[in-house]
Structures are given as structure tokens and as C-alpha cells.
């Protein structure tokens, strides 16, 4: 069964800029504290690959997953999802709507299978204390996106790019 979550935030920043951060799922460790490493085979586009490292506990503290983008609409909203034959299903929808020149709203969604936690844990948990305990771990990472993003505390992305976005 799976867990079915959805968060938002308003960032005061450029759509474009916030849109080119959370659709490189490279940037997800800056933001997400489960993450350890991403690399992407290509930039994110439709069909772009990724392999994504994440610690889920001490008993699965390098879970492995392949996805792959299957929906990208430039500036705007961008889903990667488990490649097919994955043992566990993810899906994560990141949407980025303008509401002014400066200020934007993300909108990120996210379904994944109940049954990683067991995998993590050895245990299952009921699912309401699964997709609590996922709702505030996805209010701490919009709050740190927010942060990251209006104080243009961008460090760890290169010097090209940023020059790109000024």
C-alpha cells in the first residue's frame, strides 16, 4: 500500500530559479536530510535517469533507487518515478507556480511504498504513523528549500551555473 503525501511553500524567488534547483534531483541532499547522493545521466528532462542514494537507518543506511523522469514541463512542474521492476514504487511530483515576478509557490507531492519502512525498520508501522511521521519530514525540507533559496544560499552549485542564472 502506498503513503500519499502533499506539501507547499511560497518562496520569494524567480520561478525559474526555484523550478532549476528541485528539478535537479542532484540538489536533493542539500535539502532532503535522507539523501546522500544523487547522480542524474543527463539534465533534467523527460526520460532523464537518475540513481539516488538515501539512509533510510542504521539497518538500511545505503538504499539504492533508479528513477526516471516521466514528466517535465520546463519552469513549471517536473515527476520522477521508480523505474519499472523497482522493488519498492516512488513517485515525486515537484510543481512550481508563479505568483508574482519574485514569488513562486511549490507544490511537492510525493507516493511511495509502505513497505521500504519495513525494509528500513524490520518492522512495518501503521500507515497513519508512517504518513505523520513523512508529512513533518517534508515540512522540514520545504522549510529548508525556503531557506536555501531566499538567502541565496547556493554554494554548492557551481560557479557556472550560477552565472547562467544571473
Known sequence: M?????GAITINAERS?????????????????????????AKPALGALAEESSF??????????????????GNKKVVYQTV??????????????AISAS?????YSLSFD???IKHALGFSLPMFVSRMVA???MKKYLAT??????????????????QVKA
Open 56 to 73: 533510510l537507518s542504521k539497518r538500511a543506511p545505503n538504499n539504492i533507487l533508479k528513477l526516471h523522469c516521466i514528466e517535465f514541463l
Open 145 to 162: 528549500l525556503k531557506s536555501i533559496l531566499e538567502t541565496g544560499n547556493v554554494s554548492h552549485i557551481s560557479k557556472e551555473e550560477q
Open 135 to 137: 508529512k513533518n519530514d
Open 17 to 41: 530559479i526555484v523550478f532549476d534547483y528541485i528539478s535537479n534531483l542532484e540538489n536533493d541532499k542539500y535539502w532532503r536530510k535522507e539523501i546522500n547522493w544523487t547522480a542524474m545521466t
Open 84 to 97: 519499472p521492476g523497482s522493488t519498492f514504487y516512488l513517485k515525486s511530483s515537484r510543481l512550481v507556480e
Open 2 to 6: 502506498n503513503i500519499n503525501i502533499e
Open 103 to 107: 514569488e513562486c509557490k511549490v507544490i
Open 114 to 116: 509502505n513497505g521500504i
